[in-house]
C-alpha cells in the first residue's frame, strides 16, 4: 500500500495461529514499535524499551464499544465514526486491488 505521503505499508492479517497471537509492528527509519499482546516494545539502534500492562486492552476496547452501543453514546469509543468509514474505505480497496490485480486510489 502506498500512503499518500509516499510511504509504503504492508499490511497482514490473519487466523491461523493456534495461541491467537494479536499485534502490530510499526517501522520507520531508525525504530520498530511492536505491539504483542499486553506488551509494547519500541527499539532503536541504542536502545530497547518494553512496557507491559496486566489489563487486557482489547477486551477493554471491545467492552467500550458495547458500552457505547448500550448508551448510544460515542464518546466512549476512542475512534471516530468517520475513521471507521475510511478503515473500510482501505480494506474494500484492498480487497478489489487483490481481485483486479490493480491499484485502487481512494
Do not use: C, N, Y
Given at each position: 500500500?502506498?500512503?499518500h505521503s509516499g510511504a509504503i505499508a504492508n499490511l497482514t492479517?490473519?487466523?491461523?495461529?493456534?495461541?491467537?497471537?494479536?499485534?502490530?509492528?510499526?517501522?520507520?527509519?531508525?525504530f520498530r514499535i511492536?505491539?504483542?499482546?499486553r506488551t509494547l516494545t519500541y527499539v532503536t539502534a541504542d536502545d530497547t524499551k518494553t512496557i507491559s500492562s496486566d489489563e487486557d486492552f482489547y477486551k477493554?476496547?471491545?467492552?467500550?464499544?458495547?458500552?457505547?452501543?448500550?448508551?448510544?453514546?460515542?464518546?466512549l469509543v476512542k475512534a471516530s465514526y468517520q475513521e471507521g468509514v475510511d478503515t473500510l474505505a482501505v480494506t474494500?480497496?484492498?480487497n478489489?486491488?487483490?481481485?483486479?490485480?490493480?491499484m485502487i486510489l481512494i
Open positions: 500500500m502506498r500512503l492479517s490473519t487466523f491461523t495461529q493456534p495461541d491467537h497471537r494479536m499485534g502490530i509492528e510499526l517501522l520507520g527509519r531508525g511492536e505491539v504483542s499482546g477493554a476496547q471491545d467492552q467500550a464499544f458495547i458500552e457505547a452501543v448500550r448508551q448510544g453514546d460515542q464518546t474494500l480497496a484492498a478489489q486491488s487483490f481481485q483486479t490485480g490493480k
